[in-house]
């Protein structure tokens, strides 16, 4: 009873055709059909619901979730992530009429976000500790230790130590040189009192975290390891309650 023939959902010949659109010099070597996908989407989920595909291949999933009015996740480590799956989405985005689209009246809409995972920013060193990977140049780190410590990545083109913002308006600044008594001194000087400012140091003077009621001092890498997992079998992502964002003002933050 549970015989699903190629005439009603495709067979591989099927599905190549279907991938050959979006890279006719190299066709992906286990394409799945639409109709297939299409089948079992709609036996195991409604619109708006989340699929997920952490194997994407050729990106036939979300393809089809998309068209289906799903939303989607897709994983892929690949560099056929770049060749195949984001083309065969930016196009089917903009109404492709391959594969399913006829039966789902498809026409194009919607959009999706295009994230690269970042090299691990914490390494062991030869001597067993932590310490801050060198494919990390200072921009880069910026940005990571500020979005673990809830701050979007945005440096002020005129204040050095404003390198990132918070919702509450704190700010952030991460730098991997020692902090002393006396820079710390400089930078207070131009802080109101009604602003926050946390300092993400490698190292810094006895005594600096309570120099000022204003001003929180981190130890990196430490106050990343605190923030991370690393090393364990089964990484939780909680995608039921993900944090909530004023998609207007950070909406740059996410690219
Ligand atoms: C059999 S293919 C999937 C085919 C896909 N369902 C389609 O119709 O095109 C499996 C894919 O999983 C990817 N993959 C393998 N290990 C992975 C991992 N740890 N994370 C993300 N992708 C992975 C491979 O690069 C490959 O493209």
């Not at 708006?48 to 089809?64: E, I, K, M, N, Q």
């Not at 196009?91 to 492709?96: K, S």
């Not at 994230?115 to 932590?130: F, K, N, R, S, V």
């Not at 009604?194 to 810094?204: D, G, S």
Request: aromatic share 10%; with cysteine.
């Amino acid at each position: 009873m549970t015989l699903w023939k190629y005439t009603e959902v495709g067979h591989n010949q099927d599905a190549k055709k279907e991938a050959v659109v979006f890279n006719s010099e190299s066709v992906f070597a286990t394409p799945k059909p639409e109709r297939l996908i299409e089948r079992i989407l709609t036996l195991g989920s409604n619109e708006g619901d989340l699929v997920l595909d952490s194997f994407l291949g050729s990106g036939t999933t979300s393809a089809v979730a998309q068209k289906m009015r799903r939303r989607w996740i897709g994983i892929e480590l690949g560099e056929h992530c770049y060749t195949h799956c984001l083309p065969r989405l930016k196009a089917v985005v903009d109404g492709e009429q391959g594969g399913i689209s006829k039966s789902q009246e498809w026409n194009g809409g919607g959009g999706f976000k295009f994230y690269e995972l970042a090299p691990t920013l914490i390494i062991m060193d030869a001597h067993g500790q932590p310490v801050i990977s060198d494919k990390y140049n200072p921009q880069m780190l910026v940005a990571a230790v500020a979005k673990l410590n809830g701050f979007a990545y945005r440096p002020d083109a005129e204040v050095f130590w404003k390198q990132g913002i918070s919702q509450d308006s704190s700010y952030i600044f991460v730098t991997t040189e020692y902090l002393t008594a006396a820079q710390l001194d400089d930078i207070a000087r131009d802080l109101p009192e009604y602003e926050r400012l946390l300092i993400c140091a490698p190292a810094f003077d006895i005594g600096l975290g309570k120099r000022y009621e204003n001003i929180d001092i981190r130890k990196i890498p430490q106050s990343v390891l605190s923030k991370c997992e690393y090393g364990v079998d089964n990484y939780d992502l909680n995608i039921v309650n993900p944090p909530e964002l004023d998609e207007e003002e950070w909406d740059d933050v996410e690219q």
